[in-house]
């Protein structure tokens, strides 16, 4: 069986810590795989607050959308613990971006899961996919070609 591959960069752009509620956590007594997404998305939503957007759909007037995503789980975490994100911009297209993220116990280091999301900007007024704003760029100090 093969497995999906997730090279992470050699450094972060942003880093974040989240801690592991006890709904996250399934039958199993340990983080649950959907929970994963769900503590990445909070980590996606403080990294973008943290270039000044104030949330997903407030992006230079465009939300993002999910288009695709992968994870890979490489250790059990549990109730309690912090989860430390680290995030990094990837693939910048002209309509949109991947993320990394590596989620690690932020006691031990150990990783946890590296994650990938894909991003594309979207309109929501005429409710169809839209190009990648300069400006966006310019917080990511990334020129536009």
């Not at 899961?113 to 309109?123: H, I, M, N, S």
């Amino acid at each position: 069986m093969s497995r999906i591959q997730l090279a992470l960069p050699e450094r972060f752009a942003f880093e974040t810590r989240v801690d592991i509620r006890i709904g996250d956590v399934n039958y199993a007594g340990h983080l649950g795989n959907d929970a994963v997404l769900r503590l990445a998305h909070e980590a996606r939503l403080r990294f973008l607050q943290s270039l000044g957007y104030p949330h997903e759909l407030s992006i230079e007037g465009l939300g993002v959308v999910v288009a695709d995503t992968a994870i890979c789980y490489r250790a059990e975490a549990f109730h309690g613990e912090v989860l430390r994100f680290g995030l990094a911009v990837d693939g910048i297209g002209p309509r949109g971006f991947d993320l990394l993220y590596q989620a690690s116990n932020d006691k031990t280091g150990k990783e946890v899961a590296r994650l990938k999301t894909g991003l594309v900007f979207f309109d929501y007024a005429s409710r169809k996919l839209a190009a990648t704003p300069p400006a966006f760029l310019e917080r990511l100090g990334v020129t536009s070609e």
